[in-house]
């Protein structure tokens, strides 16, 4: 009587153990919805094969008719979450971005952006700021530099204020580090020094990219830096073994800080927070200054006639 109910209990129990695995099976198996939106989503995105597409379970929203779905895309350690909300009747999905009202999403921006210690040009109190990140190697930089100095800065005067951070793309340019350390070491005795630097490495790149092996380059660079400082009497016994050093601490913290806010190349620049992508023609960076003037309060300056302010030319692309 003992072994038959033994055995009874056995078998219901090994039949509740199949039950509650086919259950989780059952749960853990994506549903026909969700093979749908991983479908739809990796074709509108090109989602490449490697990477897992996962589906969360669907959850009340906020709004009627729609719940709401988290979109994860897997690749290696890599994972990135995206909102949606996918129709009660699983008929429609759309790609939700909460924007909060509450913040200026520029403001928040240039709070990331560290400009303790950079030099300046144009107003210190200026209420516009141009914070441009530059590689001293890059011809793009160079357009950029030229249509911002001398003319843009002598047109809004004190109304702008530009600061210049360090963004080399050393794979691709060899000698772009060692100048920003340069004008760097400059920069620390004297602003206006780091500014005469920049003015002549952007204005001689073709001179410095002649001047090969790699280690004449460097040598023309570190020569230019001790003649700038002559000139503004800086202090030879702290510019020179600075120079010497190449201690590019500053360079490559400007470089994780760009990193950060998503720059992949130059120049790259935040008027006021807006980002600023390649070297844009003189009359769209008008544009661009003139709006961030008027949302600052800002009057702009006065043009002569037939001075454009508004988009007109192609954008050339920015250095990669």
Known sequence: MLRRFLVTLLRRSFLVLILICLGCSAQSAPSEVSRRIERHVRAYYNIPGEVQVLISAPKASDF??????????????????????????????????RMDLSTDPYTELMKKIDVSGRPTRGGKDA????????????????????????????????????????????????????????????????????????????????????????????ALLDKQADLLGQKRSLDAAKLQPCIKAQKDDLVQASLREGNLLGITATPTMFINGEKVDGALPINELRAIFDRALKDAGVPGPARAAGTPAAPSATVPPAAK
Request: proline content about 5%.
């Open 64 to 97: 009627p008719n729609y719940d709401a779905v988290v979109v994860s895309f897997v690749n290696g350690q890599k994972k990135q979450d995206y909102d949606f909300l996918v129709a009660k009747d699983g008929k429609t999905l759309i790609r939700m971005t």
């Open 127 to 218: 209420k516009v700021v141009a914070v441009n990140y530059d590689d001293f190697q890059c011809p793009y930089c160079s357009r950029m530099h030229q249509a911002l100095f001398p003319q843009l800065q002598q047109e809004y005067g004190d109304r702008v204020r530009f600061i210049y951070k360090d963004f080399p793309l050393a794979e691709i340019h060899p000698w772009a580090t060692h100048a920003a350390v340069n004008a760097n070491c400059l920069a620390a005795q004297n602003g206006d020094a780091y500014w005469d630097f920049a003015d002549w490495v952007h204005a001689s790149q073709k001179e410095v990219n002649a001047a090969k092996p790699l280690d004449s380059q460097f």
